[in-house]
Nanobody
Framework: QVQLVESGGGLVQPGGSLRLSCAAS????????MGWYRQAPGKQRELVAT???????NYKDSVKGRFTISRDNAKNTVYLQMNSLKPEDTAVYYC??????????WGQGTQVTVSS
């Protein structure tokens, strides 16, 4: 059974930092492309950052320079380091894992709230 389990969300003040983790099981993690998405209340889910199985990364423009996605294949885990957080980063953050030609897997989400 495939599971993606996110952790690390919480309440943080503007300008603060959080690191999200997503632990995967039931898949050969190293061959999967991984990503982080987010969904704010009343808005559609949007792509935040992706990392390929080869380590290439891509970011939503509004998070470039503030967020960093990384992966540890030995721990079957993908991370999202979020710095200089803004209130508009408030959302439920979801982990995603996919392979070409197959439906992706999703985690259950972790809430990130940026507020003073």
């Amino acid at each position: 059974q495939v599971q993606l389990v996110e952790s690390g969300g919480g309440l943080v003040q503007p300008g603060g930092s959080l690191r999200l983790s997503c632990a995967a099981s039931g898949i050969v993690f190293s061959i999967y492309h991984m990503g982080w998405y987010r969904q704010a209340p009343g808005k559609q889910r949007e792509l935040v950052a992706t990392i390929t199985n080869g380590g290439s990364t891509n970011y939503k423009d509004s998070v470039k320079g503030r967020f960093t996605i990384s992966r540890d294949n030995a721990k079957n885990t993908v991370y999202l380091q979020m710095n200089s957080l803004k209130p508009e980063d408030t959302a439920v953050y979801y982990c995603n894992g996919g392979r070409v030609g197959r439906p992706p897997y999703w985690g259950q989400g972790t809430q990130v709230t940026v507020s003073s």
